[in-house]
């Protein structure tokens, strides 16, 4: 079985630009998780997704957004990017959208912003 | 500010020495889970304790969770250059509107040398 796919490894954009960045969760799984990882700490939050609704946000702003799809796959759009948004965006995939099952991790987008 | 906080922040053993690394927490969880990352790359899952669980084992890595002083720690006995990675502990919250969320600690940076 493949585990959670993200496409593409890695990306370079610049200062203003729009980027999207792309998830499939493992077959069977519907909960969908977005986090950022800045260099030298651990994920943050930005999204989750289950059953193609929208049931956590983080702390990001509005450039950030998502949707998932009824294959349950999911895209994280980022406009106007920032030289701060540089950084590792993991995807996050989950049986199903209760509490306490595991999270299983895609490999990550690495995003440079020059 | 974040949820989990590990200790230490960075530790450095000798192949089969026992690695402990311990996290802390603020408010009330469901669940504590640890995780592994190699070199800047996706998150392996380790090991998901309940709040209503003490300790449990899996392989080589022995988690205990303390409640009562919100704090959870991670042994790795006779470690192996191979575990040289970063470790994050990671806590689901009880309640709230953010559903499946994960809150990350800023990891612990483990080598071990051969």
């Known amino acids: 079985d493949a585990g959670v796919t993200q496409s593409p490894t890695h990306l370079i954009k610049t200062r203003g630009q729009q980027v999207t960045l792309r998830c499939s969760p493992i077959s069977g799984h519907k909960s969908v998780s977005w986090y950022q990882q800045v260099l030298g700490q651990g994920p943050q939050f930005i999204f989750q997704y289950y059953e193609k609704e929208e049931r956590g946000r983080g702390n990001f702003p509005d450039r950030f957004s998502a949707r998932q799809f009824p294959n349950y796959s999911s895209e994280l759009n980022v406009n106007a990017l920032l030289l701060g948004d540089s950084a590792l965006y993991l995807c996050?995939?989950?049986?199903?959208?209760?509490?306490?099952?595991?999270?299983?991790f895609g490999q990550g987008t690495r995003l440079t912003v020059v | 500010s974040q949820q989990g906080e590990e200790d230490p922040q960075a530790l450095s053993i000798q192949e089969g020495e026992n690695a402990t690394m311990n996290c802390s927490y603020k408010t009330s969880i469901n669940n504590l889970q640890w995780y592994r990352q190699n070199s800047g790359r996706g998150l392996v899952h380790l090991i998901l304790i309940r709040s209503n669980e003490r300790e449990k084992h899996s392989g080589r890595l022995r988690v205990t969770l303390d409640t009562s002083k919100k704090s959870s720690s991670l042994l790795i006995t006779a470690s192996r250059a191979a575990d040289t990675a970063s470790y994050f502990c990671a806590c689901l919250t009880a309640g709230g509107t953010s559903y499946g969320k994960l809150t990350f600690g800023q990891g612990t940076i483990l080598t071990v040398h051969p």
């Open positions: 996050a995939s989950r049986y199903t959208g209760t509490q306490n099952t595991e999270a299983f």
